[in-house]
Every structure is written in structure tokens, then in C-alpha cells.
């Protein structure tokens, strides 16, 4: 049994759907789970909407049902099997950007999640046109996670116990469900984290014992950088899973970072391949052990450094750092890097602003808080001579550090804002 990924570039048009299907045919030797992610950049527009709550919406709504309903029409030509669906999706986003919420956090998983629904209900119908046995499965009946809207995490026993129940299912049908999403014990809707649709791959995989699970891709593989920003960047045959853990650690958006540890775990191998050439190897990654790998080089943008110092010299403790890393828990917030001296910690994170304002209020009260926004972080992990001294020597340095094996360096990239509280 086998589980495949489909991302949003591999769903963005009719024929990206139909090239899907070929994919599909050509792998129904055995029973097959396919996960698929929202259509090409419906996960930006729906989030559009969440900014338009208490505004007119209906606008931008239309325009997001009239992308989903022009693909319908060119795969099913005369004929809409979905028109029913697509108003009911309109209908739950249009009741959901109304009622209240107690969070954004919520509001944003009860509307974000409906392009994973309306994407697979597209795929699972055009299967079955062409004579494929598909079966369509709701995510969130399967996947059950905690509270914590937009970063949930997954009740792995509770599960465990529910994905079971496809393994019947799947010695007589492709099941298509859904990436990104799953649901509390209240049957509300969570998501599992922006791109997240790997990790819910991972999930169904761990829990069925898969064979093997596959993210089709618009890159050959895993490379060894962005190739829009490094056009010589190479790609890897196959990686361990402690190296492409520690890819993901430090930003490099080929895979979700959640998705390595079930996987791992069970020691089932992933591969990552190209949804455009599908003769490409690809990369596979798996238990191995690679000697003198190339240096891997991933930028990360969009970082804010936030430097807190104490305010009457003294020497920063267990007990400071302590209190900065529980307001950085309670916000779900990540540190990219961190650095330290007698009097001042400083670290690096996405600037996720409502989240990192917030953050920089509090640790106001208690710190002299200092902090920079536009910043790039660059990891140059496996490092040889040639990239570390390349990477050391960047203009606009606002921090660095190395290791044996690691370089980290933190540049100015885009207009900033400074400020200190």
C-alpha cells in the first residue's frame, strides 16, 4: 500500500488534474492513498477573505468559486457533477466569515480548509470518469488533533484507531482525501500548519503501514538549494532521514518539517518527485548513512531578530532565558537561531507579525527589547571551504554563527523596521 501527495502546483488546472490521473493509473497495482492540497493559490485567496471578514467579501468569494467551476467545465465538459457541492462550499465559508469565533486562529481553519475539500472532490470525480475506482474521504473523520487552530496537534492513538478503519476500503477503492487539515473533539475543523499537506501524508502512512510514501513535485527532487535563487544547485539521489529532518529544522521548504518524524519512525521510505518529468528518479530518502554530502544552502526570508537585554546589568541566566522561551511556547513560535552574551540574548524567527508584536510587548516589561524586521536567514549546512568563506563574507551581516558542519548568517534583505521597547 502506498501513499501519494499531490501538492497545489499539481492541481492548479484541468490539465494539471488529468496529468494526476495518468500518474494514478499507472501505480494501481496495489492499493493506493492520495492525498491532495488546495488548488494552484486558492490557500492565499481564502486567506484573503478571512481579511475581509466585516467587509463586502462576495466579490472575491465568486472569484474563487468561478476558478474551481471553470476546471469543472473542462473536465467534465457538458455535464457539472459538483455544482451542489460548490454552493455548499459557498454557503459554509459565507456562514463561517459571519458568526463569530474565538479566535482568527479558528475562523481562519473553518474557511482555509474548504479549498482542500473542493480540490478533492474535483479529483475524485474525474477518476471515476475515467474509470478509476475512487472513493472520497473527509480528512477530518480520520486525522484528530488538539485545539490549537492553524498549528493542531495530532492525537496520534485516537488516529491511529480511526485510519484503520480504511484499510478495507482501500483493497477495493483509491481513497482521495485531504492534506492540511483534521479536527478537534468538538468537530471543529484544525489545520496542522501552512504546507501541511506532507505531514497528513506522513500521518495516514504511519498509521496504515505503508510501503512507501511519494510527494510529486514541480522540482526533480531534493535539491541542494532553491534553484530560482541558485540555478546550479544539484539534486540529491536519496538522503537520510536525519539529514532531510534537519533540511526541513532549518527552512527548506521542499517538505513540511512535521513530516520526517512518522515516517522515520516506522522506516518507511519517502521519495520526492517530479510531477513534470516522471521518468526522473527523483530523491529518496530513507535509513542510510551518505558520506561527503554537497553543501546544502537554504534562505529563509522574512526573519525578525529580537535582542532582549536586562536592565540593570545583570548577567543573563537560566531563569531569563527561561521566561523568553515560555512567552515563545505559549505563541507557538519557532527560533531559527539563537545567540547569547553576559548581558543580552538575542534570537531569530519568522516574523509572523501579530504573533511577534505581541511577543515584543511582553518581553517589554520585563527587558529592554531591541528588534529588527527584513532580515534573510542563510543556513549552509555540510559546509566546504568554498561556501562557508562565500557565505561569511555577505554585505549587511547583522548576525552570525558557525559549527563544525553549520553556518548561519543573518542578513539585512528587504526594507526593515527597527524599534525598541
Known amino acids: 500500500m502506498r501513499v501519494f501527495k499531490f501538492g497545489g502546483a499539481s492541481v492548479r488546472n484541468a490539465d494539471s488534474i488529468k496529468k494526476v490521473a ?33 467587509h463586502d467579501y462576495e466579490n472575491e468569494l465568486d472569484q474563487i468559486l468561478t476558478f474551481h467551476s471553470t476546471i469543472i467545465e473542462e473536465l467534465f465538459e457538458d455535464v457539472n457533477p459538483l455544482a451542489a457541492e460548490l454552493q455548499s462550499i459557498r454557503s459554509i465559508i459565507a456562514e463561517q466569515l459571519r458568526k463569530s469565533h474565538t479566535s482568527t486562529e479558528e475562523l481562519y481553519d473553518q474557511v482555509v480548509s474548504q479549498g482542500e475539500i473542493i480540490s478533492t472532490l474535483i479529483v475524485s ?14 480528512a477530518r473523520e480520520y486525522i484528530s488533533t488538539d485545539a490549537s487552530f492553524c498549528e493542531a496537534i495530532v492525537d496520534w492513538p485516537q488516529s491511529n484507531s480511526q485510519i484503520q478503519s480504511l484499510i478495507e476500503v482501500l483493497n477495493k477503492n483509491i481513497v482521495i482525501t485531504q492534506g492540511f487539515i483534521g479536527a478537534n473533539k468538538n468537530g471543529l475543523t484544525t489545520t496542522l500548519g501552512r504546507e501541511g499537506s506532507d505531514f497528513s501524508a506522513a500521518i495516514f502512512a504511519s498509521c496504515l503501514s505503508a510501503e512507501s510514501v ?151 516589561k520585563i527587558f529592554e527589547v531591541y528588534y529588527n524586521t527584513g532580515l534573510t536567514l542563510i543556513t549552509i549546512k555540510n559546509y566546504d571551504t568554498d561556501s562557508f568563506n562565500k557565505y561569511k563574507n555577505q554585505t549587511n551581516v547583522v548576525l552570525e554563527q558557525s559549527s563544525r558542519s553549520t553556518l548561519q548568517v543573518l542578513i539585512k534583505s528587504n526594507p526593515s523596521i527597527a524599534g525598541e521597547l
Open 22 to 54: 495518468t500518474i494514478i493509473k499507472s501505480y494501481t497495482d496495489q492499493p493506493l492513498l492520495i492525498v491532495v492540497s488546495a488548488m494552484g493559490k486558492t490557500t492565499n485567496a481564502l486567506e484573503g477573505l478571512i481579511n475581509l471578514k466585516g
Open 125 to 138: 470525480a474525474y477518476l471515476k470518469k475515467i474509470g478509476l475506482p475512487s472513493i472520497w474521504k473527509d
Open 214 to 364: 511519494t510527494i510529486w513535485k514541480d522540482v526533480p527532487g531534493v535539491m541542494s538549494a532553491d534553484p530560482k535563487r541558485l540555478p546550479t544547485a544539484i539534486t540529491f539521489d536519496e538522503l537520510p532521514f536525519r539529514e532531510a529532518a534537519e533540511m526541513t529544522y532549518y527552512g527548506a521548504s521542499v517538505i513540511h518539517p512535521k513530516t520526517i518524524k512518522p515516517l522515520a519512525n516506522r522506516n518507511i521510505p519517502l521519495f520526492v518527485k517530479s510531477f513534470d518529468n516522471t521518468n526522473l528518479a527523483g530523491t529518496r530518502i530513507h535509513e542510510c548513512k551518505i558520506d561527503h554530502l554537497p553543501p546544502l544552502i537554504v534562505f529563509k526570508d522574512n526573519q525578525c531578530l529580537i535582542s532582549c537585554q536586562v536592565t540593570d546589568y545583570t548577567f543573563i541566566d537560566e531563569s531569563q532565558i527561561g521566561i523568553i522561551f515560555n512567552a515563545l511556547s505559549a505563541r507557538s513560535l519557532k527560533v531559527n537561531m539563537i545567540q547569547n552574551s553576559a548581558i543580552s540574548f538575542s534570537f531569530c524567527l519568522d516574523f509572523k507579525e501579530e504573533k511577534v508584536l505581541a511577543l515584543i510587548e511582553e518581553l517589554g
